[in-house]
T-cell receptor, first 114, second 114 residues
């Protein structure tokens, strides 16, 4: 049982490039989400999904796209990378979106934009 | 609206002494509250959660937290620190639903001195 798997673990991009961060979970969880972690700011929600085919914006969605074609996968796309998107990105999943559900986190993708 | 304030960005203790990490919250709902731990280069792992049952919540690795509604606090404690407890700790509040269902504190880095 792998839990939440994120790839790649590290990535360096040039300004203007695009890329996709992959996230997969094997727990049949309905709810998946993407966060970015910046020093001294905790985690901020980028986008989330409550099931296949359903996504919505979080707190900081600009510059990112998501889709959810299957229950297992929830990729995050950077459309045109900017230095402000240098961060650590975490994918998380939970059984459903109820507020009392604990989140299961991947180990993160460390992204640097030059 | 909801918010979380972790009162200390850094806490340093000696091995074998008690640990206290402080968290205050505000929420318009009856909140669920969580503590997560993050070890270097890893994702967040659930330590414990409060969901309106017993106000004293026991978690993994000897940690516990007490929900005090009158003080809007949810402080994390451990009677005796171990070197392996050195990590960053996040207090998280959850309301009912919505794009900001989870609000993360900015984190407290715990150092354990030998």
């Amino acid at each position: 049982n792998a839990g939440v798997t994120q790839t790649p673990k590290f990535q360096v991009l040039k300004t203007g490039q695009s890329m996709t961060l992959q996230c997969a979970q094997d727990m049949n969880h309905e709810y998946m989400s993407w966060y970015r972690q910046d020093p001294g700011m905790g985690l901020r929600l980028i986008h989330y999904s409550v099931g296949a085919g359903i996504t919505d914006q979080g707190e900081v969605p600009n510059g990112y796209n998501v889709s959810r074609s299957t229950t297992e996968d929830f990729p995050l796309r950077l459309l045109s990378a900017a230095p402000s998107q240098t961060s650590v990105y975490f994918c998380a999943s939970s059984y459903n979106r109820a507020g009392d559900q604990p989140q299961h986190f991947g180990d993160g993708t460390r992204l640097s934009i030059l | 609206a909801q918010s979380v304030t972790q009162l200390d960005s850094h806490v340093s203790v000696s091995e074998g002494t008690p640990v206290l990490l402080r968290c205050n919250y505000s929420s318009s709902y009856s909140p669920s509250l969580f503590w997560y731990v993050q070890h270097p280069n890893k994702g967040l792992q659930l330590l414990l959660k409060y969901t309106s049952a017993a106000t004293l919540v026991k978690g993994i690795n000897g940690f516990e937290a007490e929900f005090k509604k009158s003080e809007t606090s949810f402080h994390l404690t451990k009677p005796s620190a171990h070197m392996s407890d050195a990590a960053e700790y996040f207090c998280v509040v959850s309301g009912n639903t919505g794009r900001r269902a989870l609000t993360f504190g900015s984190g407290t880095r715990l150092q354990v001195q030998p």
